[in-house]
């Protein structure tokens, strides 16, 4: 068995047709070149038609499910196949499966792009309109996207002017110079907010805990941060810290604990919730500064996800996580970058819903964290292997600086 298909893009130098060729062939597939055209510019795009063998229709389908990954595409486009959900979040048999790489569906003669892609959801067709949604949000009738037929992936390629977010992910290494890499992150983050880019930071309470707290503060307040996704912990740490000047109990200055620290957490849940929530405790003032007091003041939006680990929670945790994840999606609408620190799960749950195309920066103490966060899928990365303590208020201090030149 046989087909032909045509690839089209910056092929060579971002390494798309090599890795088109070696994915045929680990599969024990069969390929001929019948046409292959080399940009002679940077800027100009490179042409490759080839035709790929299999031993049978199944074993062939198999190959051309991983080329469609990397862009392949029938020569003559044919509509995107579509079959009705037969129930509430009950998928037709074949239904087709997103990456988070920008993808377009053939639909009544025309190229739809997909809106709000992201990666392991499927794509429906609604008034016209390809959605990028997750299995929940189907419902009975909706017209799903089957097999590979009418769609089409744009991987992701080497930008054509150097930028130091390393395509297809940057490497992980404790023994990367911090600081310089704190440097480049700062002249990213001050260029895309003089062009009106917008970040969101996802937050753990290792923030709170190593003295990044008052850092994130800031940026907040000057306007640096335009979304806060965390957890209940996050927050409650840092009214905490508002309140009674620790963390967990834990003196920041010393790192010991507080005689009746432990029980502070809880003192500060009750008082929040007993003002109404977080927003009517700052207007009253119980909480006088930290991160939720900077969000509420410059009218930053933020999410708390809860968990089955948390006490309270304060009134603004989202419990249910299938609303939570809902609101996140609508939040990052917009987002160019995402700075996660020091939460692996929230980040993965935060990189789930984003598309290749924003830049990631990852920061944990851990190497092995960092390396899960940036194999997530993102094409633009930055692993920083550090304690948040220091990262955070030395990135802080860059930006300030930058603001000075």
Known sequence: MARELEFEGHLIDSMIFPKVLDTILDLEGEFEILEFRIGKKKEDYS????????????????????????????????????APAPGDRILPEGFYVTTNHPTYVHHNGRWVEVEDIGMDKVIAVRNGR??????????????????????RVIPPERPRKATHFQFMGGQVSSERPTEELIEIIAEEIASLKKNGGKIAVVAGPAV????ARDALAGMIRDGYIDLLLAGNAVAVHDIELSIFGTSLGMDIETGRPVPGGNRHHLYTISRVIAAGGIKEAVEKGVIKDGIMYECIKNDVPFILAGSIRDDGPLPEVITDVMEAKKAMKEALRGINMV???ATMLHSIAVGNLLPSTVKTVCVDINPATVTKLMDRGTAQAIGVVTDVGLFVPKLYQMLKEIEER
């Open 339 to 341: 700075i996660m620190l």
């Open 130 to 151: 390809a959605l990028c949604l997750p299995i929940d949000e189907i419902r009975k009738g909706d017209l799903v996207v089957i097999g590979e037929k009418g769609v």
């Open 208 to 211: 709170n805990h190593t003295g």
């Open 47 to 82: 042409y490759a038609r080839i035709i790929v063998f299999g031993r049978d229709e199944t074993h062939l389908e198999s190959i051309l499910k991983e080329l469609h990954k990397l862009g392949a595409r029938v020569p003559d486009a044919e509509d995107v196949q579509l």
